[in-house]
């Protein structure tokens, strides 16, 4: 697709590359939320929680191109294409992603058509997807007796037609993250097995991390294929492979229900 701008005119506004945290509305830092309480539009993807999206301000644009595996609601160049025309005609424009921008989202791309247009932007990284969820699970991505290294990896791609490190991520002494990998998770435990991951590896898929909803379907890496397939796993979900998951027993401190609670006895009281 090529991109459109106006002939003649620059770009009368700023765009705001946000991330928007693993889910948890406490999670968003100081500075997004300043920028998105200011915003005169915001583009939002799909994973955006509706308590951070309840904190745009009501006579906002706010346009939705949220991008999940077989439900995308606008492509990339179209996207990309919305960015500029709204810096050509708003202020302040909020690009509002899942997780931190950087990581699996596809932020450099849109920057570099910004780049491009003549767009003037910023970044406000966020809590990551592996981060938040790790913590939120009990589970230390690195640890010394476990897990030396952390490696992230995304799932979301057709991996039967793509060269993939298996070798690389079957490292016995990293942990291994994997985003968007629920579909493809027979590929996962199939590579890793074949490049000698021990199927008895812990493993645990993480749901709808640091919300009220958060469940933790936990097992065995030869067992993948049915934790993913569980009838209650819930999207988004994130994939943790690697010794340290074995602590999550211990060092599980977040009570999904308790906050729950606290957050219905919140609304009840506003």
């Known amino acids: 697709m090529e991109l459109v701008s106006l002939p003649g005119q620059g770009a009368k506004g700023k765009v705001w590359l946000v991330g928007a945290g693993p889910g948890d509305v406490d999670l968003l830092t100081m500075k997004a939320w300043r920028v998105l309480k200011s915003a005169d539009v915001v583009l939002y993807d799909a994973l955006v929680s509706q308590e951070i999206l309840a904190l745009i301000p ?15 609601s606008a492509g990339q160049d179209e996207i990309n294409q919305l960015l500029v025309t709204k810096a050509y005609t708003r202020s302040k424009v909020v690009r509002l992603k899942g997780g931190d921008p950087f990581i699996f989202g596809r932020g450099g791309e849109e920057l570099q058509t910004l780049v491009a247009a003549g767009v003037e932007f910023e970044v406000i990284p966020g809590i990551t997807a592996a981060s938040g969820t790790s913590a939120y699970a009990g589970i230390p991505l690195t640890h010394r007796d476990h897990a030396q290294g952390v490696t992230f990896i995304t799932g979301h791609c057709q991996l039967q037609s793509r060269p993939m490190d298996w070798q690389g991520y079957a490292n016995p002494h990293n942990t291994l993250v994997v985003y968007m990998g629920i579909l493809n998770a027979g590929i996962i435990r199939q590579g890793l097995m074949d490049a000698g991951r021990d199927g008895a590896t ?22 993948l294929e049915q934790l993913a397939a569980d009838p209650e796993l819930q999207m988004p979900a994130l994939m943790i492979i690697g010794e340290v998951v074995s602590l999550a027993g211990s060092l599980n401190w977040f009570l999904p229900q308790v906050t729950a609670k606290t957050q219905a006895a919140s609304q009840a009281n506003t």
Do not use: M, W, Y
């Open 58 to 72: 009501n006579d906002a644009e706010k346009i939705a191109v949220g991008k999940r595996a077989g439900k995308h």
């Open 202 to 223: 812990p493993v645990a898929i993480v749901s709808k991390a640091t919300t009220a909803e958060q469940r933790c379907f936990v097992g065995r890496l030869e067992q």
